[in-house]
């Protein structure tokens, strides 16, 4: 086996959101997620409780992605915390840190930590091309949707955005 020496980089976004810290985090679940972002696909692998919960286990495919496994690393729903380790088929891990904070007037922050680490030629591969401009307008599109959910309670439908989203990750 070949060693190849891991890239990691780390891309960070905030998004202000039209609803309470409480109404936001529970949203942030992969059974919940499909109420509001488009092209979301995930089949929970474990749960006790049926949503997200601390070592919940799930998968998603979503088109041009592939297939992902999910953990739930952390899950602090009185600090409006959640974190998610993720593994593909490529050859990155991704750990995803999320946090809420709460404005008193139903509004609120939510914080976005991608911490992406390549493990093999492929993985790092798709980390050179994994642009900041990639990462802010996938993330631009999930923080308009969470917004929108949470503002009209129905999900925000653009399929050409969405498809230009699922293109970002058509190389991998």
């Avoid at 905030?14 to 409480?22: G, I, K, L, R, T």
């Avoid at 041009?64 to 952390?74: A, D, I, N, Q, T």
């Amino acid at each position: 086996m070949k060693n190849v020496p891991a890239k990691r980089i780390v891309r960070e976004y905030v998004h202000e959101v039209s609803a309470a810290a409480s109404e936001v985090f529970p949203l942030l679940c992969p059974v919940r997620e499909r109420d509001w972002l488009d092209g979301w696909e995930s089949e929970i692998l474990f749960s006790e409780s049926g949503v997200a919960e601390n070592n919940c286990i799930f998968r998603s495919h979503i088109s041009g992605r592939g297939e992902e496994l999910w953990v739930v690393s952390r899950y602090d729903p009185e600090n409006f915390a959640i974190e998610f380790t993720t593994f593909d088929h490529v050859g990155t891990v991704m750990k995803l840190d999320i946090r809420v904070e709460d404005h008193g007037n139903r509004s609120s922050t939510v914080r976005f930590k991608h911490t992406l680490t390549g493990l093999n030629e492929k993985g790092n591969q798709f980390l050179e091309q994994y642009s900041d401009s990639k990462y802010r307008q996938m993330m631009s599109f999930l923080g308009k949707s969470l917004d929108h959910y949470c503002r009209t309670g129905r999900m925000f439908k653009t399929p050409s955005l969405m498809k230009g989203v699922h293109s970002l990750f058509s190389k991998r």
